[in-house]
């Protein structure tokens, strides 16, 4: 179960560490340089917490360095369903249907309509 915390800890803290640096970007004037990307990035985000909520959810997440090892406690009842983490899966469904909105609208934001 270690590994697995593990791989799926550092995943999530350099994706965190990812979506605060484009987070305050966007807060930045470069913000117009990342107007068509922005949504893309978000509904990656969000893939990427899904996908590692489901890995863990149904025990399939596990440290390569322990493939094809037996280390006692792979595949064990205590390891497979481990649970799903409800706010992980909430934040990731926010910023999917965030990525999805900046991706729908574009240039759309208040403000900025043409005439």
Do not use: C, F, K
């Not at 893939?47 to 909520?53: A, S």
């Amino acid at each position: 179960m270690a590994s697995q915390l593990v791989t799926s800890s550092w995943l999530m803290g350099v994706l965190g560490v990812i979506v605060l640096v484009h987070g305050g970007i966007l807060l930045t004037d470069y913000a117009e340089r990342l107007d068509s990307v922005s949504g893309p990035l978000m509904i990656a985000y969000a893939v990427v917490m899904l996908l590692n909520q489901m890995l863990l959810g149904t025990g399939l997440m596990a440290d390569g360095s322990g493939m094809g090892m037996s280390t006692g406690m792979g595949g064990s009842a205590m390891t497979t369903g481990m649970g799903w983490d409800a706010g992980m899966v909430a934040l990731a469904i926010l910023m999917l249907g965030s990525g999805l909105i900046m991706t729908r609208d574009g240039n759309s934001a208040p403000g900025t309509e043409r005439m």
